[in-house]
């Protein structure tokens, strides 16, 4: 993977996605969101068009936690490459893989940002082959197929780079 392109896979871009952090992330009321909402169940404030009617005003009405999170390019991933631009909001059949991906894609992708941090520490030859090793099958350089989706074992590969993470601490002491 092209460090360079690493940007683009990283970004939230609202428009590429098909809302799927207002429906597919549960959240308490609190100081940052203020009611209750389940996993699954579309937001109060979500529009027919997958847009937020109170986007402009999230900061000031008690919807902090909208303001301050990032799926780090999971929302598009999932929408575009899996579901070729498709919307649970108009194929209702698709909410649950949508959501299953979205979750699986929320962790795969921090993964990716932690290592594109890493890719900027004067790391070893061995270590820089190894990150590489990583981005290639975090991020496969035409997107996301089905089959690669399929193929991955996320579990094993987010443990691996978690495991590689830590390794570092003794690299660069
Ligand atoms: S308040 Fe707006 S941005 Fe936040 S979850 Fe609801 S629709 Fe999405």
């Not at 000031?60 to 390019?73: D, K, L, N, R, W």
């Amino acid at each position: 993977m092209d460090l360079n392109r690493l940007d683009d896979r990283l970004k939230a871009d609202c428009e590429k996605c098909a809302a799927l952090c207002c429906v597919a992330l549960a959240f308490d009321k609190s100081s940052v969101f203020p009611f209750d909402k389940a996993a699954g169940e579309p937001c109060r404030n979500l529009e027919s068009c997958g847009t937020c009617k109170i986007h402009s005003d999230l900061a000031t009405t008690g919807y902090m936690g909208c303001v301050q999170f990032h799926c780090h390019g999971a929302g598009p991933i999932v929408t575009q490459d899996l579901f070729s631009g498709g919307t649970w909001q108009t194929q209702p059949h698709l909410l649950r893989p949508m959501m299953e991906a979205f979750w699986v894609f929320l962790r795969l992708q921090e993964q990716v940002l932690l290592l594109k941090h890493a890719a900027n520490l004067p790391l070893p030859e061995g270590k820089q082959k190894e990150l590489h090793a990583f981005l290639d099958e975090l991020c496969p350089e035409d997107g996301w197929s089905w089959d690669a989706f399929e193929g991955l074992d996320h579990a094993k590969v987010s443990a691996d780079v978690k495991t590689w993470l830590t390794s570092l601490r003794d690299v660069l002491a």
